[in-house]
């Protein structure tokens, strides 16, 4: 209907709208210019238009004139439509992907420290091996194991993990990347 | 060259022929450059009013605004104004000095974060870090601030490298920002896809904001609405883009609004939004805002499009751009306009019912009567800058602009104040026009020193003041939803304002009586050099008809 000269009309009741939510997880990679003050003009804009961000990972990329900023945020609380286009009306911003989950794989990284006494040392080295992650250090009443894999993957090794007694526990938040060559 | 020359140089070259500012330490070189710079600076008394003049600057003449502070108090004197500007997406730049360079981060004498403190309020800002810069950032700045959806944008520079040597050279290539490029064409497939909606609306409504003014897009718009028999309301922001004489204008719309205009937004079955976007004081109650309406948003600014109400059809660009190509659109389809008869018959039926009016007096100067009286001695052509509150309202709802450009007021974060700056600016940019600053006494007061720039600089604006003794618009809404509880809404003691502007050194007036209003307003306009005139009007009448606060269009009160 988009073509010149059709002569049938538009009717007001066939026009719709798409749901503002998408009720799921994002990942936006955004790449930016690597200037000062970047990271505040983005941490400004969430919060002043009440955009909570769940995670936020900031490193170079292979241009050093360039950075990649990494965030996760819910879908169901937020438009994400709206966040990348606020995001978009910043002159820092070169580029917003909002990676396809089938599409990408997105990794984070934690450091679990957990209470090791000498008699469950085995099961927490039998946990740290089913996860594939590694131990980092030990100490006489601790262990610390690196955990590296999917969110859901690291929120399920904490939960395995925290009836051993877990002492302190750190991540990066999520990175991501498209699949294949795109 | 000295970079704070270099500075002068690139203003120069993007067209600067007016600043307005204050000097102070940190931005000294600044303004040992501009004694050769021929350029004329206007020495505002309060860096916030520079602001706000070149604001009017930039509205009453689509130019870009400049404005000067220094670091600290003076930079962040200045932040109502890029706040203003950012609502109200005014195309302004603001060059503020900074501390030295080794003093940056350690709390030292003026030293205020202006970078930090603005963010949420630029366009686009710049701290210099590297003298080299001045030029391309000021040529970058122009650019982001006058482009896409105009904006302010700052450009901080510490003292020390504004002293800095420099090579300067011209920077007048096109600017390209990677992450920078507005869409202004519109995508044509959607455009004929509005068109056709158009053609199938039996009710529809054109709803116009300050983007029309922005875009210069008046005679576009006009061309739009007369491709049909379209009624056409505009917000406070977009008064004259469409004339208040037209048989087509129902009046503004909003909280103050018309019940014409949001009777028609109430009952509309499509709405076409032009450089508008959906603010709170139009809605009213969002879950109840038009619920009748299917929506063709055009815009620049692609984030305002379903932010506030879900666009059916989302056209990003220019309004200059758009609308023809809409117009052409439409006109194709050779739609028969009789089917807007019955629409036509209802609009015609709400004008009638419930015009706007007021209680006229021989006795006391109605404020109503006081915005006829003034359209009366101004022929209606004037630029007419507004402080914020009933008196604004009153301005929109009476003095029917015809076109745009003419009516310029803090829209988006309702500024008192605003008035006697603005009109500084509009009159620095339009010296031929009449600009006239209707004021009110609550916001004047804030302002008030500014009469001192106007006589320094020989800038000859027409104050009147609306004077009824009270902050009436938030005194208007104590009355009518505080159980009249009246909480610091008296001016008390205010000065006498005649002897106030002749200890400035301007002429005062008065006006009392009805019978003379217009006589005096007449006086005042022909008299050399800046006048004010303190207009006594009724205390607590109220603007109506009114949308209360969270309330929604068709339970208007009034």
């Known amino acids: 209907m988009g073509e010149p000269g059709t002569p049938e009309l538009v009717k007001l009741e066939d026009l719709s709208v798409p749901g503002a939510l998408t009720g799921r997880k994002h990942v936006l990679s955004i790449l930016v210019e690597n200037k ?147 | 060259m000295r970079a704070a020359d270099a500075l002068m140089e690139s203003l120069k070259a993007e067209g600067v022929e007016h600043i307005f500012g204050i000097p102070g330490g940190a931005n000294l070189p600044t303004y040992d450059a501009l004694v050769d710079a021929d350029l004329d600076h206007i020495q505002v008394r309060h860096e916030q009013c520079g602001g706000h003049a070149a604001e009017g600057y930039a509205k009453a003449s689509g130019r ?99 002293r800095a040597d420099i090579e300067y050279e011209p920077r007048t290539d096109p600017v390209d920002l990677a992450g920078y490029k507005p869409s202004t064409e519109g995508n044509i497939k959607q455009i004929r896809i509005a068109a056709k909606a158009l053609a199938n609306a039996s009710r529809p409504v054109f709803y116009t904001g300050g983007g029309v003014v922005n875009a210069n897009a008046s005679e576009e718009l006009r061309e739009l609405a007369n491709s049909d028999q379209f009624p056409v309301t505009s917000t406070v922001m977009g008064l004259g883009s469409f004339p208040a004489s037209h048989e087509r204008w129902l009046g503004m719309l909003g909280m ?76 194709a389809l050779q739609t028969d306009s009789g089917r807007l008869e019955a629409w036509w018959k209802q609009l015609r039926g709400w004008q009638q019912e419930y015009p706007l009016g007021y209680e006229a007096s021989d006795s006391e100067i109605k404020p109503q009567f006081m915005i006829e009286a003034m359209h009366r001695a101004t022929e209606g052509d004037a630029i007419i800058t507004s402080d914020v509150g009933q008196h604004q309202m009153w301005a929109a709802q009476y003095y029917g602009f015809d076109k745009p450009r003419r009516w310029i007021n803090s829209g988006g974060l309702g500024t008192m104040g605003f008035g006697l700056p603005s009109a500084i600016g509009a009159k620095v940019a339009c010296p031929d026009e009449q600009v006239v600053c209707l004021a009110g006494d609550g916001s004047l007061i804030m302002t008030c020193q500014e009469l001192a720039t106007c006589v320094h600089h020989g800038i000859p604006v027409k104050i009147f003041l609306m004077n009824n003794g009270y902050m009436g618009m938030v005194r208007q809404w104590q009355e009518l939803f505080w159980d009249r509880r009246y909480s610091a809404v008296e001016m008390g003691p205010s000065p006498d304002w005649v002897k106030l502007a002749e200890a400035f050194g301007a002429t005062g007036m008065r006006a009392e009586d009805p019978a003379d209003l217009e006589e005096t307003m007449r006086k005042a306009l022909e008299a050399e050099g800046p006048v004010l005139v303190d207009v006594r009007v009724s205390a607590e009448e109220n603007c109506f008809p009114m949308i209360p606060a969270g309330a929604a269009a068709r339970d208007m009160v009034g």
Do not use: C, W
């Not at chain 1, 080295?125 to 690291?154: L, P, Y």
């Open chain 2, 256 to 331: 103050h609004g018309t019940r014409a205009a949001n009777y028609a937004m109430d009952n509309a079955d499509l709405i076409v939004a032009i450089g508008a976007r959906f603010d709170d004081r139009i809605t009213g109650k969002l879950s109840e805002f038009a619920p009748r309406a299917k929506f063709i948003h055009i815009d620049i600014d692609p984030a305002e499009i379903s932010k506030n109400v879900p666009a059916h059809i989302p056209i990003v660009g220019d309004a200059k751009q758009v609308l023809p190509k809409l117009t052409r659109e439409y006109r």
């Open chain 1, 36 to 182: 000062p003050g970047v990271l505040a003009r983005i941490a400004g804009l969430f919060a002043r238009r009440g955009f909570n961000i769940d995670t936020l990972a900031v490193g170079p990329t292979d241009d050093p004139n360039i950075s990649r900023i990494t965030l996760t945020l819910d879908g169901a609380v937020h438009p994400i439509d709206q966040v990348t286009k606020q995001l978009h009306k910043l002159v820092n911003v070169l580029k917003i992907r909002d990676m396809e989950p089938e599409e990408t794989i997105a990794r984070e990284m934690a450091l679990f420290k957990v209470t090791a006494a000498v008699e469950n040392r085995a099961e927490i080295m039998q946990f740290a091996e089913i996860f594939r992650s590694k131990i980092v250090d030990v100490s006489r009443r601790t262990m610390t194991i690196e955990v590296t894999g999917s969110a859901e993957k690291v929120e399920a090794f904490e939960r395995m993990i925290r009836p051993h007694g877990l002492v302190e526990m750190v991540r990066t938040g999520e990175i991501a990347i498209a699949r294949g060559g795109d």
């Open chain 2, 64 to 162: 870009v605004g400049v404005a000067f502070a220094t670091s600290g108090p003076g930079a962040t004197n200045l932040v109502t104004a890029i706040a203003d500007a950012v609502m109200d997406s005014v195309p302004t730049v603001f060059v503020t000095g900074q501390v030295r360079t080794e003093l940056i981060g350690t709390d030292g004498f003026q030293e205020a974060d202006i970078l930090g403190s603005t963010l949420p309020f630029v366009k686009h800002s710049f701290q210099v870090t590297d003298p080299r810069h001045i030029p391309e950032y000021i040529h970058e700045a122009f650019h982001v601030a006058s482009t896409g959806r105009p904006g302010p944008v700052l450009v901080d520079v510490p003292q020390d490298l504004s």
